[in-house]
C-alpha cells in the first residue's frame, strides 16, 4: 500500500503509524483480513475469493468469531478488516463488529455498497466502525458489468452519500485491468465532485477469479502511464486543496518508481520518502497483513490461498501466526533471502520485499520467482542481464 499523498504531496494521514510508523517491518502485528462469509450479492468477475450466493455451511459461527476477535485484541493486531464475500450479508455482523470495536480493534469494512442505507451508515457510525471501503470499478455501465448485477453503480453512491451524512469516513477501491483504466479520470472527477475522502487504486491480483483475467492486467507501459496519471492527479487535487487520501495497492514496485521519479524531479523530500517506505518494508504477506478465511483457515494474505498455515479452530490465531516451524511461515518472515531472479538482485528489494507471491506462483508455478507484474526495468533496478 502506496500513500501517494502521503509521500508526494507531504499530507499527514491515518494510519501512517502502521504504514511508515517506528515499528519495524519485522515486529509487526499483523492487520488482519477476516473473510467472515462466502456469501455475496453481486457476481464480479476480479473477486479473489470466489464468492457465491450462499453461506458456506463451515463459516465459523458468533462465538468461535468472537473468541478469534478476543485473540487478535490480545495479540496486538491494529486492525480488524471484515470483508467476504459481502460481510453485510452475515447476519451476525453488527454483533462482531460491536465486539471488535469494544475490543480496541481498528474496525474497517471492505464491502461493495449495496446494503449501506442511511440506516445501516448511522448504526455502524454508531458502533464505532472506523472506515469503509466500498469497490467501484468504473462509471455505471462499467461498474455494473464486472459486478454482474444491473443498478450495482447508483447503490455505490448512494452508500458513499449515506456514509458522508454520517460522518462515517469513506472511500473507494479501485481494481486497475484493461477493461477499465480509462475510467480513471472519471472516479477523480467523482472524487473531487463528491468530496470522497480516499481513493485505492489496486493492482490486479491473480488470485479466485482474478486467475482468468492474466491476459487482461495492464502492460508495464500502462502500467507507468496510469500509475503517473495517478500521481499527477493526486498533485491537482492537493493543489486545489483537497486533501483526499491516493494510495496505489498490490504493486511494491510502486514504491521505487515514485522514489525514482521524486529523485528525478529533485524533490525535496525524496530522500525521506525512501526511507519511509524502507522503514514500511514492502511486501507484508505473512508479516504484516495476514488472513482468517470464513471456515477459520488461516493464510499469509488474503489472495494467496493455494498455502494455509492452520485454522483458528484448532489453534489460536496468534499462535499459528508465529509459529516459525512451519517451513513456509518461517520463511516469510524473511522473504528477501529467498526470491529468485531480478528481484534477488534488485537494488530496492529492501523497498518491495519480492512484491506479490501469489503473482509470481499464478503465472510461473514458482512461489519464490519474481513478481510478472514489477514494471520497473533492469536499469532502474541496477541489474544487468547477466545477473538475472
Not at 457476481?43 to 455451511?57: E, Q, T
Not at 491494529?78 to 462482531?96: C, H, K
Amino acid at each position: 500500500m502506496i500513500s501517494i499523498s502521503k509521500l508526494y504531496c507531504g499530507a499527514i494521514e491515518a494510519l501512517d503509524y502502521i504504514r511508515y510508523g517506528k515499528t519495524s517491518f519485522k515486529d509487526k502485528r499483523p492487520v488482519v483480513v477476516w473473510n467472515v462469509t462466502k456469501a455475496c450479492n453481486l457476481r464480479c468477475i476480479h473477486c479473489y475469493a470466489k464468492a457465491d450466493n450462499k453461506r458456506a455451511p463451515d463459516e465459523l459461527d458468533t462465538e468461535e468469531g468472537y473468541k478469534l476477535l478476543e485473540d487478535l485484541a490480545q495479540f496486538g493486531s491494529p486492525v480488524i478488516l471484515f470483508s467476504g464475500g459481502e460481510p453485510l450479508v452475515r447476519p451476525d455482523i453488527l454483533d462482531l463488529i460491536y465486539k471488535a470495536v469494544n475490543l480496541g480493534l481498528r474496525t474497517v469494512i471492505s464491502t461493495n455498497g449495496v446494503l449501506i442505507d442511511d440506516s445501516l451508515a448511522k448504526e455502524l457510525k454508531r458502533l464505532g466502525v472506523s472506515y469503509v471501503g466500498i469497490s467501484l470499478d468504473g462509471w455505471e455501465e462499467v461498474h455494473d458489468k464486472f459486478r454482474g448485477v444491473k443498478g450495482a453503480f447508483e447503490k455505490v453512491i448512494s452508500a458513499v452519500s449515506a456514509c458522508k451524512k454520517e460522518n462515517l469516513k469513506v472511500g473507494l477501491r479501485f481494481t486497475m485491468s484493461k477493461l477499465n483504466a480509462k475510467e480513471i479520470p472519471k472516479i477523480f472527477d467523482l472524487v473531487e465532485e463528491l468530496k470522497i475522502p480516499r481513493i485505492c487504486f489496486y493492482h490486479l491480483v491473480y488470485s479466485g477469479r482474478g486467475s482468468k483475467l492474466i491476459d487482461q492486467d495492464l502492460s508495464h507501459e500502462e502500467t507507468r502511464y496510469w500509475v503517473d496519471y495517478i500521481i499527477n492527479k493526486t498533485k491537482e487535487l492537493h493543489d486545489k486543496n483537497l486533501k483526499a487520501e491516493v494510495l496505489t495497492v498490490d504493486n511494491h514496485a510502486d514504491g521505487p518508481y515514485l522514489y525514482l521519479r521524486m529523485k528525478k524531479e529533485g524533490h525535496p523530500k525524496a530522500e525521506e520518502v525512501y526511507e519511509l517506505l524502507k522503514i514500511n518494508g514492502g511486501n507484508n504477506s505473512g508479516v504484516g497483513i495476514g488472513c482468517v478465511s470464513w471456515d477459520g483457515f488461516v493464510y499469509a494474505d488474503q489472495f494467496w490461498r493455494n498455502y494455509t498455515f492452520g485454522n483458528v479452530r484448532e489453534r489460536p490465531f496468534s499462535e499459528i501466526w508465529m509459529d516459525t516451524s512451519n517451513p513456509l511461515m518461517a520463511k516469510l518472515k524473511e522473504k528477501k533471502k529467498y526470491v529468485k531472479g531480478r528481484c534477488a538482485n534488485c537494488k530496492f528489494l529492501d523497498l518491495c520485499a519480492g512484491n506479490f507471491r501469489a503473482r509470481a506462483e499464478a503465472v510461473t508455478g514458482d512461489i519464490w520467482a519474481p513478481d510478472p507484474a514489477c514494471y520497473l526495468t533492469d536499469k532502474e533496478i541496477g541489474i544487468s542481464e547477466k545477473q538475472e
